[in-house]
């Protein structure tokens, strides 16, 4: 019912930048939150930062003044632009959203496919 496709990863060297982007698309009465998680090889998932509708931001420690989430509402995108980039950076960074898809129904959870993001020399 819900789709997400993610845009944006690559390799980028230490030091750069990388914005992803993230599109929500089907049956969707309105977005509760949204955000980024991302998981590196023999990790688990962990969240990155989310919003939520009311503009509430959850950054993780580990990108607190490198990364930054923006949306556009209108046209249910979010974004996440990445700066100072570190090799630890390195995983497949998942878009998130919590959907309701009508005026009465329950918010679900969604996801979109991942995209690699390698931070290397």
């Known amino acids: 019912q819900v789709q997400l496709v993610e845009s944006g990863g690559g390799l980028v060297q230490p030091g750069g930048s990388l914005r992803l982007s993230c599109a929500a698309s089907?049956?969707?009465?309105?977005?509760?939150?949204m955000g980024w998680y991302r998981q590196a090889p023999g990790k688990q998932r962990e969240l990155v930062v989310s919003?939520?509708?009311?503009?509430?931001?959850t950054y993780a420690d580990f990108v607190k003044g490198r990364f930054t989430i923006s949306r556009d509402k209108t046209k249910n995108y979010v974004y996440l632009q990445m700066n100072s980039l570190k090799p630890e950076d390195t995983a497949v960074y998942y878009c998130?959203?919590?959907?309701?898809?009508?005026?009465?129904?329950?918010?679900?959870?969604?996801w979109g496919q991942g995209t690699q993001v390698t931070v290397s020399p």
């Open positions: 998130y959203m919590e959907v309701t898809t009508s005026r009465w129904g329950m918010s679900a959870a969604y």
């Open positions: 089907g049956s969707i009465f309105s977005i509760n939150v």
């Open positions: 919003i939520t509708s009311g503009g509430s931001t």
